[in-house]
């Protein structure tokens, strides 16, 4: 049996379970969740979010671009580009990041104080947009993805995913794990917790929407 919801679009989500919200798109052989956006999600658990493209053969989240993610873990974000064989964040810009780790931001180099890339560590990335990936701390006033650990995005649009915290103020997507969407329209999925005055989705978990509609 296949569990599925499928709302504000057309598509296909096949033997799996997932959410396919607000975009056209197929949804293949494992979990997760596509939103405002055209793409695949195949062979994996993932988030595609904003944009367009092929999330295949591993976990990660693809967003605000076109672009294509395969056969490892990693974040591509704002920006078109190629992340294969390895794990790393392909963020706003253009290239290939191939058979390694790494970080590959705004051309080449590193970044601080301002639009960047805190990764693997524990800190504060606050007053503008970047990526905070596999540690605690918090982003604030800015748009951005904070992933695999447990933390606060605040007063901004972003992914949170894998790991528990609060998502406030602002659009967004909390997946697998415990925490509150507030003041916005966004899909909780996978976990429990509240999402309260905003339109979305919550689903698989134990949870209160007030004041918003659900679609089930």
Same mark, same amino acid.
């Given at each position: 049996?296949?569990?599925?919801? !499928? ?15 607000? *975009? ?9 969740? &596509? ?26 989240i693809l967003a605000e671009g076109r672009g294509i993610l ?5 974040? !591509?974000?704002? *920006? ?6 390895? #794990? ?10 191939? %058979?390694?780790?790494?970080? &590959? ?5 590193? +970044?601080?104080?301002?639009?960047? /890339? !805190? ?7 606050? %007053?503008? #947009?970047?990526? +905070? ?5 918090? &982003?604030?006033?800015? =748009? ?19 790991? #528990?915290?609060? &998502? ?15 003041? *916005?329209?966004? /899909?909780?999925?996978?976990? #429990?917790? /509240?999402?309260?005055?905003? =339109? ?6 134990? *949870? /209160? ?8």
């Open positions: 049996m296949i569990n599925r919801i !499928l709302a504000e679009g057309r598509g296909i989500l096949a033997e799996g379970r997932g959410i396919l919200a607000e *975009g056209r798109g197929i949804l293949a052989e494992g979990r997760g969740i &596509l939103a405002e956006g055209r793409g695949i999600l195949a062979e994996g658990r993932g988030i595609l979010a904003e944009g367009r493209g092929i999330l295949a053969e591993g976990r990660g395969a056969e490892g873990r990693g974040i !591509l974000a704002e *920006g078109r580009g190629i992340l294969a064989e390895g #794990r790393g964040i392909l963020a706003e810009g253009r290239g290939i990041l191939a %058979e390694g780790r790494g970080i &590959l931001a705004e051309g080449r180099g590193i +970044l601080a104080e301002g639009r960047g /890339i !805190l990764a693997e560590g524990r800190g504060i990335l606050a %007053e503008g #947009r970047g990526i +905070l990936a596999e540690g605690r701390g918090i &982003l604030a006033e800015g =748009r951005g993805i904070l992933a695999e650990g447990g933390g606060i995005l605040a007063e901004g649009g972003g992914i949170l995913a894998e790991g #528990r915290g609060i &998502l406030a103020e602002g659009r967004g997507i909390l997946a697998e794990g415990r925490g509150i969407l507030a003041e *916005g329209g966004g /899909i909780l999925a996978e976990g #429990r917790g /509240i999402l309260a005055e905003g =339109r979305g989705i919550l689903a698989e978990g134990r *949870g /209160i929407l007030v004041e918003g509609q659900e679609t089930l």
